[in-house]
């Protein structure tokens, strides 16, 4: 049982081989391989081959029969032809680990610098082994236990198959009752509710009927409002139930909808009439002779609708007299001056808004007036 780590503290120590043999006698012999590799690990003082500690894939492996053990020859050894690489083989005889023993795996490659094979174990997935031969079994599966094992797979995988579908029948049966449950309880609902509102949608459609009839706008805009809610209430029910009251809803609507857009322009043209009237926004329908005559009655709001329309203000009048607008809205300034009053207030404002205007205040008529 010389090993290195033996030799090298007897070389260290100036240990004789007197003192080895002492070292040896006090330990207690091996009886089986287990005990053989204590008992070598004991007299090296550590791991003979590294420092990983793995006798049996570093070259201490049992004789098969575990009564000895041997260390790997320094020399590689070469392969005996009786594995190849890609061949399945399991793991047998080994000592160190004893638990890999009967794992499979596929030889990779022999290497030749250790003279070991690199195997690729089951359940050690991009790691390697490195394992001598003798360690190597080849597996021999017979034509009866191949046929064997494929008839129990297919058996099994059936077996797993029909549970499978046996499985997903009874989950969509259970899916079909479940929504056969809900959709019977949704149109019971549905009954229940076109029931329960069968009253108030008949005077709905009376009253909107009759809304129509009198031409009461008001009435249908109620009544309008109350089918758009009775509809909502429903809206779940089916469309063939609600048609009556939703065609009556949208009929009333749309004229509702006309209505409110002809009272909007009625106001619009309403509120466009008083704007004229104050002078605020322009009299497009108002001719050049009304204007005039807005001019000499002083109404000062006309004449600043008619300024906005861009009446003219060079024209003279055609009866000889040459007057301008100027002169026809002074014309009564005097009576009116003399009134005193509202009628003073408009003609002073009649001739601001035509000298605002740039009407020409200097221009002379026929007599030079």
């Not at 007197?18 to 070598?40: I, K």
């Not at 070259?59 to 890609?86: I, Q």
């Not at 005889?93 to 023993?101: E, F, K, S």
Request: aromatic share 6%; charged share 25%.
């Amino acid at each position: 049982l010389m090993t290195p780590g033996l030799f090298d503290d007897m070389a260290e120590g100036g240990m004789g081989y007197n003192d080895a043999d002492d070292r040896l006698q006090a330990l207690p012999l091996p009886g089986t391989p287990e005990q053989a590799v204590e008992y070598a690990v004991a007299v090296a003082g550590g791991p003979v081959n590294g420092d990983s500690g793995d006798f049996a894939l570093a070259g201490y492996v049992g004789a098969g029969d575990g009564t000895a053990l041997s260390e790997s020859s320094p020399k590689a050894a070469e392969p005996s032809g009786r594995f190849r690489p890609g061949q399945q083989v399991s793991l047998c005889g080994l000592i160190g680990h004893q638990a890999l023993n009967g794992s499979q795996g596929i030889l990779v490659e022999f290497d030749y610098e250790v003279g070991l094979w690199v195997v690729q174990l089951e359940g050690f997935e991009n790691e390697h082994k490195q394992i001598p031969e003798r360690n190597l079994q080849e597996i021999q599966l017979s034509i009866h236990d191949a046929a064997k094992c494929r008839s129990e797979w297919h058996y099994k995988m059936h077996a797993l198959t029909e549970q499978a579908d046996v499985a997903k029948r009874e989950y969509e049966r259970e899916v079909q009752i479940r929504k056969g449950a809900a959709a019977a309880a949704a149109q019971q609902h549905r009954r229940n509710s076109m029931e329960a509102t069968a009253d108030q949608r008949e005077l709905i459609e009376t009253a909107i009927r009759e809304a129509f009839a009198n031409g009461n706008i008001e009435a249908l805009r109620l009544q309008a409002g109350k089918a758009r809610k009775m509809l909502e209430l429903i809206q779940h029910c089916p469309a063939s139930d609600r048609a009556s009251l939703t065609r009556l809803a949208e009929t009333a609507e749309s004229r509702l909808e006309q209505y409110d857009e002809r009272q909007a322009t009625r106001t619009a043209h309403k509120e466009y009439l008083q704007r004229i009237e104050r002078g605020e926004a322009a009299d497009w329908k108002m001719t050049p002779k009304q204007f005039w005559q807005h001019a000499e009655a002083g109404n000062a709001e006309k004449v600043r609708a008619g300024l906005k329309s861009k009446m003219p203000l060079s024209v003279r009048s055609t009866d000889g007299r040459r007057h301008t607008i100027v002169h026809v809205a002074c014309k009564r300034v005097v009576a009116d001056a003399l009134e005193g009053g509202c009628a003073a207030a408009g003609r002073l404002a009649t001739l601001q808004s035509l000298a605002e205007a740039r009407a020409n205040i200097n221009a002379m008529d026929a007599m030079d007036l």
